[in-house]
T-cell receptor
Framework: NAGVTQTPKFQVLKTGQSMTLQCAQD?????MYWYRQDPGMGLRLIYY???????DKGEVPNGYNVSRLNKREFSLRLESAAPSQTSVYFC????????????FGSGTRLTVV | SQKIEQNSEALNIQEGKTATLTCNYT??????LQWYRQDPGRGPVFLLL?????KEKRKERLKVTFDTTLKQSLFHITASQPADSATYLC????????????FGQGTTLQVKP
């Protein structure tokens, strides 16, 4: 019953450092997504993967890269962190979205100092 | 420009009353619209989906309406309880059949005993 698991839950980075946020789902969903959530901005799509082997940019992809490692795992990498990337990051997965919703992870709270 | 708007002001109601939250959108033609609940420090949780050809959808104490002419969805919680206090997000498909959801900023509901 794990659903979508994100690691780590909290992270503090210095400007210029790199890190990878991990996401795994155990529901056999084809599609996976990375969103960031900022106060007053709502959830904004960074990258998504419609199926294993494919990735595409969302609304705010600059400064990020993704890897769909296999059907279960979708990672988000910050190559050179900036204070503007301080945010809460959510991973989500879905099957056919027109019949059901996303399943979200519990989020990673990232602070870049 | 494309917009999804939810009332940014918190909605405060008395226990037992019906809460009504509004989601308006501009320059989208969504095939469906979804509602999510988000508690502090947690990821959003899917509640309901309503399709463009459906006027109304119900689930227990929840009711959603979808008016494609007004470009508006209303989300009702009847017999509200303090446990219903949370932020509620609406989301719609930004482009047909991609599975990508565009989220509103959310409205915070506070139910007082």
């Amino acid at each position: 019953n794990a659903g979508v698991t994100q690691t780590p839950k909290f992270q503090v980075l210095k400007t210029g450092q790199s890190m990878t946020l991990q996401c795994a789902q155990d529901m056999n969903h084809n599609s996976m997504y990375w969103y960031r959530q900022d106060p007053g901005m709502g959830l904004r799509l960074i990258y998504y993967s419609a199926s294993e082997g494919t990735t595409d940019k969302g609304e705010v992809p600059n400064g990020y890269n993704v890897s769909r490692l296999n059907k279960r795992e979708f990672s988000l990498r910050l190559e050179s962190a900036a204070p503007s990337q301080t945010s809460v990051y959510f991973c989500a997965s879905s099957e056919v979205v027109s019949s059901g919703g996303y399943t979200f992870g519990s989020g990673t709270r990232l602070t870049v100092v | 420009s494309q917009k999804i708007e939810q009332n940014s002001e918190a909605l405060n109601i008395q226990e037992g009353k019906t809460a009504t939250l509004t989601c308006n959108y501009t320059n989208y033609s969504p095939a469906y619209l979804q509602w999510y609940r988000q508690d502090p420090g947690r990821g959003p949780v899917f509640l309901l989906l309503i399709r463009e050809n459906e006027k109304e959808k119900r689930k227990e104490r929840l009711k959603v309406t979808f008016d494609t002419t007004l470009k508006q969805s209303l989300f009702h919680i009847t017999a509200s309880q303090p446990a219903d206090s949370a932020t509620y997000l609406c989301a719609l498909d930004g482009s047909s059949n991609t599975g990508k959801l565009i989220f509103g900023q959310g409205t915070t509901l506070q139910v007082k005993p």
